[in-house]
Structure formats: C-alpha cells, structure tokens
C-alpha cells in the first residue's frame, strides 16, 4: 500500500504491506532509529511516540491507520539544537543509563505533562506506569519530569 505519514512536521511517501507496524515503518523505512523496539508486545514503552498530541505504543498500531495524523517521534522534539525541555533534564537529573527505554520515557513524559498528570511524584509514576527501565532510574525520570513540568 502506498501511504504517507505526516513525521515530525514532514510528510513522508512510502510504500508498506498492509500489516506493517508503525514502529517498524519508523526505524526500516524512514531509518528513525530514536525510537526503540523493546518488547514488541507493547508491555515496555520504549517504542513509545505522540500521534495528534496522545501517547501510544508503536508496536501495537498498523502504519496504515496512522495515516493524515501528526506523528512525533523523539527526532522530532528538539527545535534546531535546543533541546525540548524534558529532554534537557533527562540529562540534568541522570535520568537514564542503558538507554533502551530513554526515548519511550521521553515521549511519555512530555505526554504526561501535557496532560497535567505531574501534580506529585505518586501522579508521574502512575502515570508513566506503562514505561520500564530495566536500570531502575525511576527517581531521577521523575525528578526530571517535575523539573520540566516547571
């Protein structure tokens, strides 16, 4: 099928069969590798993307029915080289080690924000309930959520 997907302000033509997930649409065809591939089975966030402002995991959704939204991935949230707010603190706080969940972290985040679900350490974490991190780094990504929440 020939779809196109509006990316980070940018739309892109490409050409998928019809069961492709957008996660692999992302990282094989359009070569965003920010965004990783945990689990695939949508238990660990860390393929985590906005499309039209709401978080979703993008191993659980079709490349094709994500067509005529606006998809943001994390390649998409810096503006030139100032980075998004949340992202700044990520690095401020040492809110990641391996890296493997970092960007599903990061968009979750923002999301989390944008929703008001940052009133209180106990709020973030329930709602960023759906990200893992292996390295156990949940005080400082809620540390630098709060401080981007700001």
Known sequence: M??????????QRLTVEPRVTLLDALRERLDLTGTKKGCDRGECGACTVLVDGRRIKSCLTLAVMRQNAEITTIEGLAQGDRLHPLQAAFIRRDAFQCGGCTSG?????????????TKSADEIREWMSGNLCRCACYPNIVAAIQDAAK
């Open 2 to 11: 020939d779809i196109t997907l509006r990316v980070n302000g940018r739309d």
């Open 105 to 117: 972290q990061i968009m979750s985040g923002v999301a989390c924000i944008d929703e008001g679900h």
